[in-house]
């Protein structure tokens, strides 16, 4: 089993939809959650860091840990054009490690 | 205003010949990472810094070595580069192991 699974899409949406993107993760001990954008030809950019169970908000952005079926998930809000990107989850493994293991990406496209 | 800075962008090498890339940050974190990203696949991580302290993942190959002079800069080397390397290489930093990552835009490598 993987450490962090991640449905890879594509993903596609109308423009102004409330899009659900989600992983689960094996490890009981992360405590730790991020969410990244990565545009094509870009590198990937931090959208969301949360720490414990609950939810985070940040604009049309919200972050969603639920550490007791160890899933979680980012809603985007009124979806735009611009949102169209690749959607990275991201755990630390907590403690001294700096190794981050991701998800394998959503490809969400949002149409006009 | 980059704070994570890779150069060049795009590099094209011949089988075998090494290839150097670059990657400095302004933002005077202790962690510089390089990643490797295959097309539509998650980052793996090659090798870390902490500080003058590297960290080599156990299955990165001995082809790919890593210098950091400095705080500043980190070098990816490539002593013999084969098709399987074509890829995104991606530099990151944070401020210390465990924490959010800050990723540059990538260097996009073609083997001939």
């Known amino acids: 089993q993987k450490e962090v699974e991640q449905d890879p899409g594509p993903l596609s949406v109308p423009e102004g939809a409330i899009v659900s993107l989600n992983c689960t993760y094996s490890?009981?001990?992360?405590?730790?959650f991020m969410w990244y954008r990565q545009y094509s030809r870009k590198g990937p950019e931090l959208l969301m860091y949360?720490?414990?169970?609950g939810n985070k908000e940040d604009g049309r952005f919200t972050a969603q840990v639920d550490k007791s079926s160890k899933y979680i998930s980012l809603f985007i809000r009124d979806s735009q054009p611009s949102d169209s990107a690749t959607y990275l989850c991201?755990?630390?493994?907590?403690?001294?490690?700096?190794?981050?293991?991701f998800g394998t990406g959503t490809r969400l496209q949002v149409t006009l | 205003d980059a704070m994570v800075i890779q150069n060049p962008r795009y590099q094209v090498t011949q089988f075998g010949k090494p290839v150097t890339l670059s990657c400095s940050q302004t933002?005077?974190?202790?962690?510089m990472y390089w990643y490797q990203q295959k097309s539509s696949q998650a980052p793996k991580l090659l090798f870390h810094?902490?500080?003058?302290?590297?960290?080599n993942e156990a299955d990165t190959p001995d082809n790919f070595q890593s210098r950091r002079p400095n705080t500043s800069f980190c070098f990816l080397d490539i002593r013999s580069p084969g098709l399987g390397d074509a890829a995104m290489y991606l530099c990151?930093?944070?401020?210390?192991?465990?924490?959010?990552?800050?990723f540059g835009d990538g260097t996009r490598l073609s083997i001939l």
């Open positions: 990151a930093t944070s401020r210390d192991n465990g924490q959010p990552q800050h």
């Open positions: 490890n009981s001990a992360f405590q730790y």
């Open positions: 949360t720490y414990s169970s």
């Open positions: 991201a755990i630390p493994p907590g403690g001294t490690a700096s190794k981050l293991t």
């Open positions: 933002l005077n974190h202790n962690v």
């Open positions: 810094y902490y500080d003058k302290d590297f960290n």
